[in-house]
């Protein structure tokens, strides 16, 4: 029976851990490397010296070493799954401990970590923090030695309170109640209450002598509690889950005078095991799983890697069109040379789904600046990714686009300046070094297909101060007649604010950037402009396909049939002219969203 017992734990411990396994490497992958993207962990003294300043610092920078292998899904998805066994064996032994056994118990906190990681914003530091906290709690329950045992509790816990920040007051309630209801000591109500003394002091002490924090902080510091629901509802469960269980072990422990809870094992209780559990799966995976960021973050790293395919293919599966994927789908667009043909085949809200707004928020500035360096709007793209960097602190996205920002602007020394910061890390030392050549001997940009096209295209005119972060297209095309991104990027933004009129003025300029033929959203444009005004203004040497002329015969003759019935006539016409400009122009709202 203890061999069956055995093989029946290892076959569903695999399972389940497989499963967790899978849950990170296929639906949050990107989350994953989102999260080594928004750190740039170093090797270097200040940098370590720096998280010893605050509560949960050692925490942090532990956490902060594990999620930089995160560039990696496959070791970022093993990390949490390791992280999770750990932290099933801890929370199986702690309640062991207590005569509460069964492995359903110890797996309910894997499944808590599964749903807090789901959150794209909370990290490995945090579980980290809360391995540390049991793993004190753990040592304490193992000493047998009572004296020994105390002593370390003064001397550990304040260590502890340093290493794990807020979580170091699970492990002092997690004492008081073992002490208070597990203990055989006759002094136990005295020495249980020297934790709640230990918890309120030293975070007090330490706010005021030591890290310097905020007084309301103290206690709580190094917990997200920045996240909303339903995350925070979790990590609220993941540290009154083991109170909890404790204070359930020692009222079973009463009820069943002394015998523990040993669950029995045949297929009644397996079964019923294997239910909750796959049934608190399923909730997980419907009410914590992130499709909608997951498929965000997932178009932003294709974006970053310059695979506009799989960019556009992820976009064209996301439930949810916001500005954000808006302004990423139209620049794979233009990268995949669609930009005049396939503009109106995604979801369009006016010009301002080209880019995004400047708002005082780090993720804008993040996510936002990609957008001005592919323009070649190098003092934009600059400024982008300084905000960014000084919103959320060093990480390889902004500094790359700093690097080579300066670079463009021949200012290798400030290009330097960022590379010996890259240099001090695991996974980006290898490009520092390679841009570095160019710092010693800026002759060789010219030799660099993206630098040169950059140098090329950088701003020789003053463009008007202003306080606003944008675009400003018509004086970059001024600029450089020649940057066709710029062009198409223009056209795309009058023709998305129905401004024909400006369209109409600049439509010459295919013939100096070398078009073969006219997009197909061109002419569409331009048959629409000529019906109102019967002005022939095809530039020369082009003309609008037949295909194009047939299909306006048979929008025209479609929306003769609706006559003023708009409403009924959009819905209807979707499906066949949905993709066209001559629908966007009559029945699209081009406000943009948020």
């Given amino acids: 029976m203890l061999r069956i017992k055995t093989r029946y734990q290892l076959a569903a411990g695999s399972a389940f851990f ?4 899978l849950y990170f490497i296929i639906f949050n992958r990107y989350h994953l490397i989102y999260q ?45 799954t390791l992280s999770g066994c750990f932290l099933y064996w801890i929370s199986g ?65 304040p260590l502890l309170y340093c290493i794990a920040g807020g979580y170091a007051i699970l492990s002092a309630l997690l004492c008081f ?30 706010s005021q002598f030591v890290f310097y924090i905020r007084n309301e902080m103290e206690w709580t510091y190094f917990l997200p509690l920045f996240i909303g629901a339903p995350y925070k509802h979790m990590l609220i469960l993941s540290l009154i889950y083991y109170p909890l269980i404790i204070i359930l072990a020692r009222g079973w422990l009463a009820f069943s005078k002394g015998k523990g809870l040993v669950s029995g094992w045949n297929w009644k209780t397996i079964l019923t095991g294997t239910l909750v559990i796959v049934s608190l ?54 990268k995949t040379g669609r930009m005049g043909d396939y503009l109106f085949h995604f979801p369009q809200s006016g010009s301002a789904g080209l880019w995004l707004d400047w708002e005082q928020d780090w ?76 710092v010693n001997h800026p002759e060789l940009m010219n030799k660099n297909k993206e630098l040169s096209e950059k140098r090329h295209f950088r701003i020789h005119t003053d463009f008007i101060n202003s306080d606003n972060f944008g675009v400003r297209l018509p004086q970059l095309l001024a600029d450089h007649p020649d940057n066709r991104m710029v062009f198409e990027y223009f056209m795309a933004s009058l023709l998305l604010d129905k401004n024909l ?36 203004i095809i530039p020369e040497g082009y003309t609008i396909s037949q295909t194009t002329r047939n299909r306006l015969s048979d929008y025209a003759a479609t929306i003769y049939n609706y006559g003023n019935n708009i409403d009924f006539a959009a819905r209807e016409m979707y499906s066949k002219f949905g993709k066209t400009y001559w629908y966007y122009l009559k029945f699209i709202n081009s406000q943009p969203q948020k």
């Fill in 18 to 21: 497989v499963v967790f396994f």
């Fill in 177 to 206: 109640i073992h002490e208070l209801f597990f203990s055989r000591n006759r002094f136990r109500l005295i020495i249980a209450l020297v934790f709640p003394a230990l918890a309120f002091t030293i975070p007090y002490l330490a």
């Fill in 281 to 334: 799966s399923g909730l997980i995976y419907k009410y914590f799983y992130d499709r909608k960021t997951e498929v965000l973050l997932g178009i932003d790293h294709y974006v970053q890697h310059s695979d506009w395919e799989q960019a556009l293919k992820l976009s064209a599966s996301s439930p949810v069109k916001n500005r954000m994927i808006m302004h990423f789908t139209n620049l794979a667009l233009y």
């Fill in 93 to 157: 032994h702690i309640f062991r401990k207590h005569q509460f056994n069964g492995m359903l118990w110890a797996f309910i906190p894997v499944l808590i970590l599964a749903a807090l990681h789901s959150y794209h914003l909370y990290t490995m530091a945090y579980t980290v923090g809360l391995i540390i906290s049991l793993i004190y709690f753990l040592v304490y329950l193992s000493i047998e030695d009572g004296k020994l045992r105390y002593i370390i509790v003064l001397i550990g816990w």
């Fill in 36 to 80: 080594e993207q928004i750190q740039l962990f170093r090797f270097n003294k200040d940098y370590f010296t720096d998280f010893l300043s605050r509560p949960g610092g050692l925490s942090e920078y532990i956490g902060a070493f594990l999620t930089q292998f995160f560039l990696f899904p496959f070791a970022g998805a093993l990390i949490i």
């Fill in 501 to 536: 009129e400006g369209f109409a003025a600049n439509i010459y300029r295919v013939k100096e950037l070398g078009y073969k033929i006219l997009p197909v959203h061109y002419e569409e444009a331009l048959i629409a402009y000529m019906s109102y005004t019967n002005k022939n």
């Fill in 363 to 438: 993720i804008i500035a993040f996510f936002g600046g990609e957008i001005y360096y592919q323009l070649a709007y190098n003092s934009e793209a600059y400024r982008w990714a300084f905000e960014a960097m000084e919103a959320k602190g060093p990480n390889p996205r902004s500094l790359k686009r700093l690097v080579l920002t300066s670079l463009v602007d021949d200012n290798t020394a400030l290009a330097g300046k960022y590379l010996k910061v890259l240099e001090r890390t695991l996974f980006y030392r290898n490009w520092a070094q390679s841009y570095l050549s160019y």
